[in-house]
């Protein structure tokens, strides 16, 4: 049973940072594709940054990039989200989600894509 696990949220001042993790277990592949995703009030989630555990290649949503960087500890099944630069408007609930794939370097930032998903963790940043 694949299960994702969240931590690292919390609450800061603009302009500071702050770390999430996402521990993953279940998976019985070495690919699979993971990432952030975030729902700003009134609007479409939207996908953040992704990792491919295999290649390492990361995809960044045009609104963070810059300022968040993921990377991923393959030995601890784990992938860190650090966020530097926060703004007020990157407050939101921000969820893990991973689906393992067959073949690709790439992993795609729509929510459609992913079929596991944590509970989630809220960032917020405010003075």
């Known amino acids: 049973q694949v299960q994702l696990v969240e931590s690292g949220g919390g609450s800061v001042e603009p302009g500071g940072s702050l770390r999430l993790s996402c521990a993953a277990s279940?998976?019985?592949?070495?690919?699979?594709?993971m990432g952030w995703f975030r729902q700003p009030p009134g609007k479409a989630r939207e996908g953040v940054t992704t990792?491919?555990?295999?290649?390492?290649?990361?995809r960044y949503a045009d609104s963070v990039k810059g300022r968040f960087t993921l990377s991923r500890d393959n030995s601890a099944n784990t992938m860190y989200l650090q966020m530097n630069s926060l703004k007020p408007e990157d407050t939101d609930k921000y969820y893990c989600?991973?689906?393992?794939?067959?073949?690709?370097?790439?992993?795609?930032?729509?929510?459609?894509?992913?079929?596991?998903w944590g509970q989630g963790t809220q960032v917020t940043v405010s003075s």
């Open positions: 279940g998976y019985t592949t070495g690919r699979v594709c």
């Open positions: 989600a991973a689906v393992a794939v067959s073949s690709g370097n790439y992993c795609s930032l729509s929510d459609r894509s992913y079929i596991d």
């Open positions: 990792i491919n555990t295999e290649s390492g290649i990361t």
